[in-house]
């Protein structure tokens, strides 16, 4: 088998993700962000330059990986057209749960690199801790996402 020759970026910068910073994120295969308001405001800028994004998060003990692979897959917003406030503040998390995530989403980001393996599109992978299993939670496109649905 041989891999394409891929480059990648190894510094890391550390800089605000705003609308001005959006920029930054054109030199990149595949993105995620911490933060929901963040995550929300990249996974626009993924539609828009149908960029693959994969979300990755954690909270108590559950773990979840989603991926948006291109137009035809629901976005972020599809998942969560109206996030609790609650979920802008920190949350508690196992940190298996975290790991598990982490995981989860790096296998994501590998499949899409090297084109190979099952990704989690139109579901959520969701891990659970306490009953040490795995769920796929549906997410269909919404025609009517102010994200997606025109595409």
Excluded: W
Excluded at 72 to 80: E, I, T, V
Aim: glycine share 8%; proline share 6%; net charge positive.
């Amino acid at each position: 088998m041989k891999f394409k020759n891929t480059r990648y970026n190894q510094q890391l910068e550390r800089s605000q993700i705003n609308k001005e910073g959006q920029k930054l994120l054109n030199n990149f295969n595949v993105i995620d962000i911490d933060g929901l308001e963040q995550r929300m405001m990249v996974n626009k800028f993924a539609v828009e330059n149908d960029i693959p994004m994969v979300h990755v998060s954690a909270q108590y003990g559950y773990g979840y990986a989603f991926t948006r692979l291109n137009r035809s897959d629901p976005c972020l917003y599809c998942a969560f057209p109206d996030p609790p406030e609650s979920r802008k503040d920190p949350l508690a998390v196992f940190g298996v749960a975290t790991g598990i995530a982490v995981v989860m989403g790096a296998g994501k980001v590998i499949k899409i690199a090297l084109h190979k393996g099952e990704l989690a599109r139109g579901y959520m992978l969701s891990s659970s801790v306490f009953q040490n299993d795995f769920y796929k939670l549906p997410v269909e496109k919404n025609p009517n996402c102010p994200v997606c649905g025109k595409l």
